[in-house]
């Protein structure tokens, strides 16, 4: 079962240019399929546009609020905000800094986030679900993981306290 370290991801900048990410998986050629990341939020600011793809956001540290035509949406830690890649959205950090998952898929792809507490327990993996290990650690083939992503098949030990985020890539919509 393929993982990628959080660790061995390189910085890059927003495609906005106003702040930074570290990309863990991108599926396909632009417009991409499904693209997996964590940003450092420093700033308020614009979110990037991708007019081509959904999004899902979670907070895995500190708070947001996102302003957006519609209405505005305050962010708590662990939340899935699911919204169009295309709409324009702001946010004004709550706390000092915050720390994001990002999960962006093209349109007409159908994508499930959930988040775990899990401790004593295995998880299977399946065919199109993923796994990020946002707090605490898992075992895989002996060595233990932190912020790190997971994919494809295979059996994951939970021994401590953990958190996970767990993204299903179903069916595309009709």
């Not at 599926?27 to 499904?34: A, C, M, N, V």
């Not at 302003?67 to 939340?79: G, H, M, P, S, V």
């Not at 994951?156 to 179903?170: H, N, Q, S, Y």
Request: hydrophobic share 35%; aromatic share 12%; glycine share 6%.
């Amino acid at each position: 079962m393929p993982s990628i370290s959080l660790d061995h991801c390189p910085k890059t900048l927003w495609k906005n240019g106003a702040g930074v990410t570290q990309e863990l998986l991108r599926l396909g050629e632009e417009p991409f399929e499904l693209r997996f990341s964590v940003a450092q939020v420093t700033n308020d600011g614009p979110f990037s546009i991708y007019p081509e793809h959904d999004r899902v956001l979670l907070l895995l540290e500190g708070r947001l609020q996102l302003f957006r035509t519609k209405d505005n949406i305050l962010l708590n830690t662990f939340e899935p905000f699911y919204f169009s890649g295309d709409e324009v959205i702001t946010s004004k950090l709550l706390t000092g800094k915050s720390r994001d998952f990002n999960v962006i898929y093209r349109k007409g792809i159908k994508v499930e986030v959930e988040v775990l507490k899990l401790d004593n327990t295995f998880i299977v993996l399946e065919k199109n679900t993923y796994v990020y290990v946002s707090n605490g650690q898992l075992e895989y083939e002996g060595a233990f993981y932190s912020d790190a992503l997971f994919y494809d098949s295979g059996k994951i030990k939970i021994t401590t306290p953990t958190e996970i985020i767990v993204i299903r890539k179903l069916e595309k919509e009709s």
